[in-house]
């Protein structure tokens, strides 16, 4: 027999408070897409090598699929669909689309939420300086140069604003 304690977790998700009882095991990105079906969040390797998971706590980058739902109560979470709308990309998400920086899409999400964070943290980096700080993500089809074009991009994009 199979014993699974529920909790009930309260979350900001894009905005909006949510509370939802829950089993203390399931996955930060279970919850995210079959509770709250923010099917952005992509479930690659489940063992936080491919980054297609990520998400922000609190404003932190963090790959969902190492983190139990649980240890996001009361914490503010984004993830890519909180990031522009329907009708307006955010500039990251525009310089992806410009410069070719995605191919099948499915590591897109990601890449968009830690390159929110990296030029948060530091808008003038080398191609190098990306490279190093992308390396927690795998892409299997654009080789990657023009996502560093991409992060490029959306730095000199956001730096005019």
């Not at 929110?116 to 003038?124: T, Y």
């Amino acid at each position: 027999m199979e014993f699974k304690e529920m909790l009930t977790i309260n979350v900001e998700i894009n905005g909006d408070s949510v509370a939802d009882t829950i089993p203390s095991s399931m996955l930060l990105s279970t919850f995210l897409r079959e509770n709250q079906n923010l099917t952005g969040v992509h479930r690659g390797c489940e063992s936080v090598k491919c980054g297609a998971c990520t998400v922000e706590i609190d404003g932190v980058v963090v790959k969902s699929c190492n983190v139990l739902a649980v240890q996001a109560d009361n914490k503010a979470i984004t993830t890519i669909e909180g990031v522009g709308s329907r009708t307006e990309l955010h500039p990251i998400q525009e310089s992806f689309w410009k410069n070719n920086g995605m191919q099948c899409g499915f590591c897109t999400p990601g890449f968009v939420m830690t390159t929110r964070q990296l030029l948060n943290e530091n808008a003038d980096m080398t191609q190098e300086e990306i490279a190093k700080e992308i390396s927690g993500h795998i892409c299997r089809c654009t080789g990657y140069t023009k996502i560093i074009e991409s992060i490029e991009d959306a730095a000199a994009t956001m730096e005019d604003k």
